[in-house]
C-alpha cells in the first residue's frame, strides 16, 4: 500500500463511518451533538493499526509545529541583534568619517581663514572655491551658509546660491538649514534629515556633521548618504527570510516523510517492522543530523563558541523530544531545551555587552573596568584588585574605549592561557603620564621566544599594542616562565587632554 492510499484509508474509514451512520445533513445544537457523538463512535470502529498510526502522526506534528516555532523565535531575536549591531557600528563609521572630512576642510582653508579680516571678500571667495572644489566619492560634496540662511557653496545646485533657505524642509518638515546653522554655533554636531541624492531624483536619508566659522558667520558642513545601509540591512533580512523559508520547506519535507513512513508501516505493523521502522528512522536522523551539521559548520564561524554549543545541545534535546511518545518524558526534554535557549539568550547578551558595553558610555572607564572586573571575577573565581587614581583625568571616548579593550584582552587571556590564581591592575596619573597595569601571577609566557615576550606579537597582544600606540602610548610586557606576566602601558596626558578637549563640543 502506498503511502498515499494509507493516509486516504484514514480520512475513508472516518467518513464512510459518519455518512454510515446518519446521510442526513445535521442542523442545529442537537445535530452537532450527534456529528460528535458519531465520529467518537466512528473513531472507536477504525482499528487498532489506524489508532497507532493517528497516536503516533498527531504529537510528531505538534512538536515539529512547537519546535519550529521556537527556533524562528531564537532566530528572529538574533538576526534582529545583529543587524542592530551592524546598523549602529556602520552609523557610526560613517559619523566619524564625516568628522575627518570636515578637519580636513578646515585644514585646507585655515590659511586663508586665519589671516583674513572679518570683512576680506577676496578671502572669502578664495575659501568658496577651495570648498566648491572639494568632492569626494560620488555623492561627497562640502556645503556653506551663512547664519541666516543665504547659500554660499553648494556644488551640484549652483542655481541657488545666493538664495536664503532659511526655511527649507526636506519630506518630513524638518527645518534642516537651521537645525544644522544651530548645531555648528555650537561646537559642531550631526543633523539628519531627507535630501537630494545627486546620482538619484528621490530624496534619501543623509546624515550632515556642520560646525561654524564665527569670524566670518559661516556654517560649513557635509554628509553622508545611509540609503546603501538601508539597503545593506533590507538584504540581510530578505536573506534571513529566505533562510527560514527553506527550513519550513526543509521540515515540512520532514515531517511528509516521516508522516508517510508512519503511515505505511502501520498498515502492516508488528515487532520486527517496528524494529526495522526504528533502525530506519535512526539512520533517517543520523543523515539528517549529518545533513545539517554541514551547513552549521559554515554558519557557526560567525557565531560565538558559547552560543552555537548552547543551541547544538538545544537542538538535540528536541530531537529526543521528537522520538519520545512519553508526554512526561517530552516535557522534562523541552523544559531542559528551555534552559539551555536562556543560556543562549543570556550568552547573546554577553556578546553584545562585549562588543559595545553600555556602562562605558553611560558611567565612564571606571564603572566600566569595575563592571568588568567583577565580571571576570564571577566567572573565572580569579582574586582580582583593581585600584585607581583618574578621576581628575579627562580622557575622550576613544581613549576611554582603547583602555577598556587593552584591559578586557589582559583580562580574557589571564583567564584563559595563565593558569593565575590572582590579578593586579591599576590605572594611575604618575607625572605627566597615564599608567595602567595588569599583571598575574601565573605561569607567564611558558614557550613563547623572547622576542614574543618583549614584542607582543602574538594577536591579542599586538591588538594591545596597536590600541595604544595610536594614541601616542607605548607598551611594556614583562614575562618569566613560572614568574606571572605583567602588561604595562603608558600614555602622555597631554595629547590624551588634548584629544578629550577637541571632542568636547563648545
Avoid at 43 to 68: A, D, E, G, Q, T
Avoid at 465 to 478: F, P
Amino acid at each position: 500500500m502506498s503511502n498515499n492510499a494509507a493516509l486516504g484509508c484514514v480520512v475513508f474509514e472516518l467518513t464512510y463511518v459518519v455518512i454510515r451512520t446518519n446521510p442526513h445533513a445535521m442542523v442545529g445544537e442537537k445535530s452537532v451533538q450527534k456529528g460528535v457523538g458519531m465520529l467518537i463512535a466512528g473513531i472507536n470502529r477504525i482499528s487498532i493499526r489506524w489508532k497507532v498510526v493517528l497516536l503516533s502522526i498527531v504529537p510528531l506534528m505538534l512538536v515539529s509545529m512547537l519546535s519550529f516555532v521556537i527556533v524562528f523565535k531564537q532566530a528572529s531575536e538574533l538576526a534582529e541583534d545583529e543587524v542592530n549591531i551592524l546598523r549602529t557600528s556602520v552609523i557610526e563609521s560613517k559619523k566619524r568619517e564625516l568628522v575627518q572630512y570636515i578637519e580636513l576642510a578646515l585644514a585646507s582653508i585655515r590659511p586663508i581663514y586665519d589671516k583674513a579680516s572679518v570683512d576680506d571678500e577676496l578671502a572669502q571667495k578664495e575659501v568658496k572655491a577651495i570648498l566648491h572644489q572639494m568632492i569626494y566619492g560620488e555623492d561627497g560634496y562640502f556645503f556653506v551658509y551663512t547664519w541666516d540662511g543665504t547659500s554660499l557653496v553648494l556644488p551640484y545646485q549652483p542655481d541657488v546660491i545666493g538664495q536664503n533657505l532659511w526655511d527649507v524642509e526636506d519630506i518630513n518638515g524638518t527645518k534642516l538649514l537651521q537645525d544644522l546653522i544651530h548645531v555648528g554655533r555650537n561646537g559642531g554636531g550631526f543633523v539628519n534629515y531627507h535630501w537630494h541624492k545627486p546620482s538619484r531624483e528621490t530624496p534619501v536619508h543623509k546624515i550632515s556633521y556642520a560646525v561654524s566659522l564665527d569670524k566670518w558667520q559661516w556654517m560649513l558642513g557635509t554628509g553622508v548618504y545611509v540609503d546603501d545601509i538601508e539597503n545593506e540591512i533590507a538584504q540581510i533580512y530578505f536573506q534571513f527570510n529566505e533562510r527560514i523559508k527553506k527550513a519550513a520547506v526543509l521540515l515540512c519535507v520532514i515531517l511528509l516523510v516521516a508522516i508517510s513512513l508512519i503511515a505505511s508501516f502501520g498498515a502492516t505493523i508488528n515487532i520486527s517492522e517496528r524494529r526495522v521502522a526504528d533502525d530506519k528512522l535512526k539512520l533517517l536522523n543520523r543523515r539528517i543530523i549529518e545533513s545539517q551539521e554541514s551547513e552549521r559548520e559554515r554558519v557557526s564561524r560567525d557565531l560565538h563558541d558559547g552560543i552555537n554549543q548552547i543551541l547544538a545541545s538545544v537542538k538535540y534535546r528536541l530531537e529526543m523530544a521528537l522520538c519520545s511518545s512519553r508526554l512526561e518524558e517530552m516535557q522534562t526534554v523541552v523544559q531542559h531545551a528551555q534552559v539551555n535557549i536562556d543560556n543562549a539568550i543570556n550568552e547573546v547578551r554577553r556578546i553584545s555587552r562585549d562588543l559595545r558595553p553600555v556602562t562605558l558610555n553611560d558611567l565612564g572607564l571606571i564603572a566600566a573596568l569595575d563592571s568588568l572586573v567583577e565580571e571576570v571575577r564571577h566567572r573565572s573565581e580569579l582574586e582580582i584588585t583593581f585600584e585607581h587614581d583618574i578621576d581628575a583625568v579627562q580622557l575622550s571616548k576613544e581613549t576611554e574605549l582603547a583602555l577598556y579593550r587593552v584591559a578586557q584582552e589582559a583580562l580574557l587571556n589571564i583567564e584563559k592561557h595563565a593558569f593565575a590564581s590572582a590579578v593586579d591592575m591599576i590605572i594611575q596619573q604618575e607625572a605627566d603620564l597615564l599608567l595602567m597595569t595588569v599583571a598575574d601571577d601565573g605561569i607567564g609566557l611558558a614557550g613563547f621566544t623572547a622576542q614574543t615576550r618583549q614584542t607582543g606579537s602574538g594577536l591579542g597582544l599586538r591588538n594591545m599594542r596597536e590600541r595604544i600606540e595610536n594614541l601616542g602610548g607605548a607598551v611594556q610586557i614583562r614575562a618569566y616562565a613560572g614568574e606571572g606576566t605583567e602588561i604595562r602601558l603608558s600614555l602622555p596626558l597631554a595629547r590624551l587632554q588634548e584629544r578629550a578637549t577637541k571632542r568636547k563640543p563648545a
